[in-house]
């Protein structure tokens, strides 16, 4: 896989997760990757499925030729490598039996169902009706809505994919990362200039820059090229320094960091004793509404696909208008006041190879209609903020402006603040960072002791670094913005992702972190990397006390 993507970055192209899926599907995914970059006559910023699939039909290509013992040992890494990052052995002509599928332990007080009926059976989408609950008062009704955007690329794109636009992104984003790390950070006091380490006449060193390359040498040890606007220098942890050694082994590539160390004896090497990362402040401020109000978040709803969990939705609709639920969820629900959709709201069209065989509603715009309808059964009292994913009808690259007008028209009539991917807002003066999460992937690709079924862990991360996607020409593709809108330059008290399709709550210095589950049953694909996901779960944050909690509306209770 890496092979693959290394030959297209070798010429500045970006892969596209989709089409880098339909290159693995082939039988020789490596003689591929050759007759394409023959074929190519200009090599694109990012190299999409349907540039693929014409260069095919230009050649008239009808047969790959078959496997050899090599690319066969060559296809069981690569399906090793993909287990490896989804948590689970590679089975692609078994799917797990449904009662073997585990969901991790819930609260039984907040599971919701609607019948002893099967959930999982996909019917033709029908708006329900909802019947109104007589004396039903919402305590969040009483307050009206406080959103204010902080930070979004949605109308500030200015990008046209230049080489002076790349430089610009770049220069800014280690003009914030070096003043963050030398303000925070004591360890950075002493900063100097990388052309100036050999006259610094100093015995410890302290540089910042962005990462240039990161390798490991044959006895071991991790050598990393450092750059900044004076030059490049190259540094060294020692395997023998364990502290060192494990920070250098989550370095990616094009991140901001300082390091500290000491000339070798030549002096044309930086021996590292410690990597600074920007991280999070122990002593970081909390922000709380000082009203008694919820924000629930409703990531992946996949709307349009045969998997859309529709007997779970209806659920979720019922319940959020105090329908059904016993007395402490339809509590929870009144006191519901923003809903925060964090990307994927449709499953879309053409997003990866032979889509339209899982697809309940083939055509794009009838599927943000059907949304638009099911959205208009939320109490009109209820603030929603939507942001685009992978799969929205948006440019693929990040970060994303929001949904274009003709989309947001077919919401008329409901109070919906639509914004980009990632958006940094407040609700009720409580600060969120919401973004999507195409790069968990890159990082779970990266760095060795990550996995993709693990979002928090790998949010975690992402907090440290202070950047939501770092490397460029990974699996997220990267629009360069002369302003880095994925360097996380204020920390958030919520921090929210989805992407993943797993339901997970955690907490770092301070920072609530969700992944918002989704509302799609397992898909093929996830089948085939026996990648269980966990739909249908609502976690709620209480935005006066910090408290999340998680609905669960995947099993049948009523």
């Not at 078959?66 to 690569?78: F, N």
């Not at 920070?247 to 600074?276: H, P, R, T, Y």
């Not at 693990?454 to 440290?464: F, N, S, T, Y």
């Amino acid at each position: 896989m890496r092979s693959i993507i290394n030959a297209f970055s070798e010429h500045g192209t970006f892969v596209q997760p989709d089409t880098l899926e339909y290159i693995l599907a082939k039988d020789d995914p490596e003689e591929f990757t050759s007759f394409l970059t023959r074929e190519l006559k200009e090599y694109p910023l990012v190299l999409t499925l349907d540039q693929i699939k014409n260069i095919e039909q230009a050649t008239k290509i009808e047969k790959i030729p078959q496997l050899s013992k090599d690319s066969i040992e060559k296809k069981k890494i690569q399906s090793k490598m993909l287990s490896t990052l989804y948590g689970g052995e590679l089975q692609p002509e078994t799917s797990p039996d449904e009662n073997e599928i585990e969901y991790s332990e819930t609260d039984e007080d907040n599971q919701v169902g609607m019948s002893n009926e099967e959930t999982n059976e996909v019917s033709k989408l029908q708006l329900i009706e909802i019947r109104k609950v007589g004396g039903r008062k919402p305590k969040s009704r009483e307050y009206d809505s406080e959103i204010r955007i902080i930070k979004d690329v949605t109308g500030n794109s200015t990008c046209e994919g230049t080489t002076k636009d790349f430089a610009k992104l770049f220069v800014n984003r280690y003009d914030v990362l070096r003043k963050l790390l030398r303000k925070q950070r004591r360890e950075m006091a002493n900063v100097v200039p990388i052309n100036r380490i050999k006259k610094s006449g100093v015995k410890e060193i302290q540089i910042v820059g962005i990462i240039d390359e990161v390798r490991t040498t044959q006895n071991g040890h991790r050598l990393i090229e450092i750059e900044d606007e004076t030059g490049s220098f190259a540094s060294i942890a020692l395997k023998n320094n364990r502290e060192a050694f494990q920070m250098a082994n989550e370095i990616v590539l094009d991140e901001v960091v300082g390091i500290k160390g000491q000339l070798s004896k030549n002096g044309d090497l930086l021996v590292i004793q410690n990597i600074i990362f920007p991280d999070v402040s122990i002593q970081k401020e909390r922000h709380k509404s000082d009203v008694p109000i919820c924000a629930a978040f409703l990531s992946d709803i996949h709307l349009g696909s045969k998997e859309f969990m529709e007997k779970q939705w209806q659920a979720f609709l019922r319940w959020i208008n105090g329908e059904i639920g016993n007395s402490r969820q339809r509590d929870v629900a009144g006191k519901i006041k923003y809903l925060v959709i964090p990307g994927d709201v449709v499953d879309g069209i053409g997003i990866y190879p032979n889509q339209d065989k899982e697809l309940l509603i083939m055509d794009l715009y009838k599927q943000y209609e059907a949304l638009a309808d099911q959205l208009r059964l939320i109490p009109d009292h209820i603030s929603i903020v939507m942001q685009p994913g992978n799969h929205d009808a948006v440019r693929p690259a990040e970060p994303q402006p929001t949904f274009e007008r003709e989309i947001q028209d077919l919401f008329s009539g409901k109070d919906i603040t639509f914004v980009g991917n990632p958006c940094y807002f407040s609700l009720h003066g409580v600060e969120i960072l919401s973004y999507h999460g195409q790069s968990l992937l890159d990082f779970a690709t990266n760095i060795q002791r990550l996995r993709y079924n693990e979002p928090v862990e790998i949010m975690k991360v992402m907090l440290k670094k202070h950047h939501l996607a770092p490397s460029y020409g990974g699996y997220t593709p990267l629009a360069p913005e002369h302003l880095d809108y994925m360097v996380i330059d204020k920390v958030p008290d919520i921090f929210v992702t989805g992407h993943v399709h797993l339901a997970m709550i955690g907490e770092y210095r301070g920072v609530t972190l969700i992944n918002a589950s989704s509302w799609q049953d397992q898909t093929s694909y996830q089948k085939m990397l026996n990648f269980i996901p966990d739909p249908a779960k609502l976690p709620i944050a209480d935005l006066r006390t910090g408290n999340v909690t998680m609905m669960d509306f995947s099993k049948k209770s009523f």
